[in-house]
């Protein structure tokens, strides 16, 4: 029983990055109509703002090490600690939460650039040009970060006072063998959070409205009189923003690498597909979904039955959503048939 | 021409198999003249032409072509364990493989079209990669891949004493020039098929598929067999460049199955052209050229290549031309990548084409009031093939 | 006169609209049939009933005695069954005469035949055909041009010839004049009434009168997912319910 609960906390978190990062690429798709392989790169550049803002805030000068009397021993202190004292080791230590601050305005400045650089040109080329020409962009844009911060994991640390583990366990009545890293519980609750936010701004907003509109029938809302391609550019951004923020917070559950984008990418197409292409509600089920059905997979009741299908059960299932119902969970009737 | 005469064809050919066999000799001005470098030019150029049969002809974009590749180098290390080191059998065994795995594959996949049968590909190809890497492990020796132990069965064999056999063609071992002949040979014959396919009423048909499905159910045809055809072929071609790898050096490893293999023949079909006849080949050639020579320079020689710069000018360029040397190698894939399909959808073909006008209008202006036209006749299969 | 096409009782629904109403339609051997009728009538539905595109609700469409419904595309095709489509259906990025060659291979190959290793220089017979044909319909100085930049009159053509190709028992013509100038409408009807004298059975759907008139042996008035008359272009002619229906009372 308390396994069973914790393989299903374990799957809600990875399934809000799951669907955090769904969420923005169909999006996109919905709206641009574009099949973007660079969406993943996005997850990654946002785990890497959180990795640069830790790398400026430690930068060190060398002082002397007190504590070693015998000889002349030297360590890196940081700048800040140096000035600040300990609210300087606080900011260090509040280096992730803080980063978001620092990736809303990078990623959507990215977002946008890329819109404007080249997805814009790729709008009315067939969508194989589409997935080629970002799929080199995402090469491109990991190569970048690898000669930057080398091929290495970067550990990224989440602050000290929620780096333990929460007693669900207690609270909740099932004792106290049951714990939980309050890092993911955190997460959970920020992606819960992100996603509302996006559908309360594209449910409530005049700007939310007119995108969906124009996901619904883009002619049309061009006909109107409505500058959609402009407001699609800044949905992109909107999409980067998203994928940006799923990597931020993901850093210190995952010690991000150049390749971080890539590994997501194909988990989150598959999401994408599983919920329907294009639609946001579809996305967010399908990610919570396989989300859970992974964790329960890797459950070793499951799997001394079914030998690996933790490896492949995300996989499987796409297999059999697409074959069974190819308009995915609540795709609608005629997006990408052909 | 629509109608293009069985005599062109012949000719096409002595031409290709020509060129391919002297290979050893024209490619190595520009260093390209060893077997290994050559024998992957062979592999990965019969991998595009086959994956070319599907995505030129059908218009159906897999993104799990590598699986078949895997498929072939498992089952053909696993002749070698088991049967002989003769790599007739193996070859066979892994063609046939690899077909049986395409037909189920391609069955499932192609009852959806467009993105959905991109991702059922890519589905199936990760299954595979991530079994491979962990229940499988009986059958693929998991991360450290499958090799020849002295252990083996090999029945058809005499016992080896000293050290691992190596694979050999009837006494023939297969390292070095015969090698490369052996894939070379393969090549001419997988680059012959392929240009019979492409002229074939078979060939045409699939082009009518790419062009418009809806007619041709309405013309008659049952479109299903027609694409589970070209997939089955494009899958056994796979098999075959997955068994001559096994062939060039025994081992397999489940790596070769990852989605980004499979990225990589897409590239190089689209790198050299989808849809014409040599483009594909081009594309794996170019690709494996320059992977060769970018990945294998350093900054120290990069100082030596640009030293006749003034120094502060040589710096710059060394720091900067060093992002993509090396391991900065995929930088320059993905940029040249992205370059290719931004300006030149056709690929490399498409830009000799638009050159060769362009060469033609020019010469013409220039003769106009000299004689009448002798210029260059185009080269029969190069510029007009596409599509 | 023997009956090739039989329709009887067929009933077709769209979300509760009724689109077409127990329709019965004999069509006979060597005959042209015209079926007109005002937009909105049911005339492309029960086209698109009789080839497979759509399965009726309810009734039969019987082919030379065998009932068609629920059959795939391919296989009305090849009984015999072939329909030339108003927007041109054609394939845009092959040439004119491949585009031609392919109904060829279908009316030869059957549904599915593997014959990748014979050259296309060597299917001189569907190439003769295909040339035929194309020259039948004024397209042989286009043969080698992409059918996608042809004009759109000459697409219409086209897609005549695909139809013709096949030697069909039975051919469905959905608008072949429409949207094509004077000079090409009249040198279309030609073409068809030269396909007449051939003895190919035909259903036509049009709007243009002058076209209706000048080929039909047979006239079918449809309005409102029914049939209200059948008879003669005289009859036809004279009839008052179809002038109140379908002409407002206008002189024909």
Not at chain 1, 34 to 58: E, P, R, S, W, Y
Not at chain 2, 301 to 312: G, K, N
Not at chain 3, 191 to 197: N, S, V
Not at chain 3, 213 to 219: E, H, K, N, P
């Amino acid at each position: 029983m308390d396994a069973i609960f914790l393989q299903i906390l374990n799957g809600l978190d990875k399934g809000g990055a799951y669907a955090l990062i769904a969420l923005g690429l169909t999006l996109v798709f919905g709206t641009l109509g574009v099949v973007n392989f660079a969406h993943g790169a996005l997850f990654m550049l946002g785990a890497f703002c959180a990795v640069t803002l830790q790398k400026i805030l430690t930068i060190s000068q060398k002082v002397r090490d007190e504590s070693i009397t015998f000889f002349e021993a030297y360590k890196e202190q940081p700048y800040l600690e140096i000035w600040f004292g300990d609210f300087g080791t606080k900011i260090i230590d509040w280096s992730v939460p803080i980063s978001i601050l620092l990736a809303i305005p990078i990623m959507l400045l990215i977002g946008l650039a890329m819109e404007r650089g080249l997805i814009r040109h790729f709008y009315k080329r067939p969508h194989a040009d589409q997935i080629l020409v970002t799929f080199g962009l995402a090469i491109v844009l990991q190569e970048i970060i690898r000669s930057f911060f080398g091929a290495n994991p970067i550990p990224t640390p989440a602050p000290d006072i929620v780096a333990g583990s929460a007693q669900i366990g207690v609270l909740l009545g099932l004792g106290e063998s049951v714990v939980y890293p309050w890092w993911r519980i955190i997460y959970l609750l920020f992606s819960g959070l992100v996603i509302f936010l996006v559908f309360a701004f594209l449910q409530f907003t005049t700007f939310g409205m007119v995108v969906r509109a124009g996901m619904h029938d883009r002619e049309t809302v061009g006909l109107l009189g409505i500058d959609v391609e402009h407001k699609f550019t800044i949905v992109f951004g909107i999409g980067a923003v998203v994928a940006g923020l799923a990597g931020v917070m993901y850093a210190p559950i995952l010690p991000p690498d150049y390749h971080m984008g890539m590994d997501f990418l194909v988990l989150s197409f598959v999401v994408v597909v599983v919920g329907g292409m294009g639609s946001l509600g579809g996305a967010v089920a399908a990610g919570f979904l396989l989300g859970l059905l992974q964790s329960f997979a890797s459950m070793n009741e499951i799997k001394a039955i079914l030998p690996g299908i933790d490896q492949i059960i995300i996989y499987l299932v796409a297999v059999v959503i697409i074959l069974v119902r190819p308009r995915g969970l609540m795709g609608r009737k005629g997006v990408m048939e052909d | 021409m629509s109608m293009p005469s069985l005599r062109n064809d012949w000719v096409v050919m002595a031409i290709f198999a020509a060129a391919v066999l002297t290979a050893p000799i024209w490619l190595s001005p520009v260093g390209a003249g060893y077997p290994d470098l050559l024998q992957k030019f062979a592999i990965f150029g019969l991998f595009a032409i086959g994956f070319n049969i599907l995505f030129g002809l059908t218009g159906y974009l897999s993104f799990g072509h590598a699986v078949f590749l895997g498929v072939g180098s498992y089952t053909a290390v696993w002749s070698f364990k088991l049967l002989t080191m003769n790599v007739l059998p193996a070859i066979a065994l892994s063609i046939l493989v690899a077909g049986i795995f395409a037909v189920v594959i391609g069955y499932l996949s192609l009852r959806r079209s467009g993105i959905y049968f991109s991702i059922l590909t890519l589905a199936f190809a990760q299954m595979s990669y991530n079994l491979a890497y962990s229940v499988l492990t009986p059958i693929t020796n998991g991360e450290t891949g499958l090799q020849l132990t002295m252990q083996d069965a090999r029945i058809f064999d005499e016992p080896t004493t000293s050290g691992l056999p190596s694979t050999e063609l009837f006494g023939m071992s297969m390292s070095g020039y015969s090698g490369f002949y052996f894939c070379a040979v393969l090549l001419i014959i997988g680059f012959f098929i392929s240009l019979r396919i492409f002229r074939s009423p078979f060939g045409l048909k699939l082009l009518a598929i790419k062009s418009n499905q809806t007619r041709m159910r309405y013309t008659g045809f049952n479109t299903k067999p027609y694409l589970l055809a070209a997939f089955i072929i494009s899958g056994m071609y796979a098999g075959l460049a997955g068994s001559l790898m096994a062939v060039t050096d025994p081992l397999a490893g489940a790596e070769r199955m990852q989605w980004t293999a499979s990225g990589e023949v897409v590239l190089m079909t689209i790198l050299g052209g989808v849809g014409t006849l040599i483009g594909p080949l081009l594309g794996a050639g170019i690709i494996k050229y320059f992977e060769n020579i970018f990945s294998a320079l350093n900054p120290g020689e990069l100082h030596q290549i640009f030293s006749w710069l003034p120094d502060w000018l040589e710096n710059i360029v060394v720091a900067i031309s060093s992002e993509f040397v090396g391991d900065g190698w995929h930088m320059t894939l993905g940029l040249s990548f992205m370059l290719v399909v931004i300006f030149l959808p056709g690929g490399v073909i498409e830009g000799v084409g638009r050159a060769y006008t362009k060469i033609r209008t020019l010469l013409k202006s220039d003769e106009a009031n000299e004689s009448d036209e002798s210029v260059l006749e185009p080269e029969p299969v190069l510029s007009a093939e596409k599509e | 006169m023997s009956i090739v096409l039989s329709i009887k009782n067929v009933d077709k629904t769209f979300g509760g609209l009724q689109a077409l109403g127990d329709i019965n339609l004999d069509i006979e051997e060597g005959k042209t049939h015209a079926i007109i009728g005002p937009n909105g009538a049911g005339k492309s539905t029960l086209l698109n009933c009789c080839i497979g595109r759509l399965i009726p609700d309810n009734g039969t469409v019987e082919f030379n005695g065998k009932n068609m419904i629920g059959m795939q595309p391919h296989d009305i095709n090849h009984a015999g069954m072939v329909r030339v489509f108003q927007t041109p259906e054609i394939f845009p990025e092959l040439t004119v005469l491949q585009n031609v060659l392919i109904p060829g291979f279908a009316k030869r190959d059957g549904i599915f035949k593997f014959n990748a290793f014979t050259s296309l220089a060597s299917e001189k017979d569907i190439e003769a055909d295909a040339m035929h044909i194309l020259e039948d319909m004024g397209l042989i100085d286009q043969i080698h041009n992409s059918a996608g930049s042809m004009s759109r009159g000459d697409k219409r053509r086209l897609e005549l010839a695909m139809g013709l190709v096949q030697h069909p028992t039975l051919l469905l013509l959905d608008e072949p004049t429409a949207g094509m100038a004077r000079h090409d409408t009249n040198r279309t009807i030609d073409l068809l009434k030269t396909i007449k004298e051939r003895g190919m059975t035909k259903i036509i759907i049009e709007h243009d009168m002058h076209v209706v008139f000048s080929l039909a042996d047979t006239i079918s008035v449809l309005a409102q997912g029914r049939i209200i008359a059948t008879g003669t272009p005289d009859e036809i002619r004279g009839n008052p319910k179809v002038q109140e229906a379908y002409l407002g009372g206008a002189e024909l």
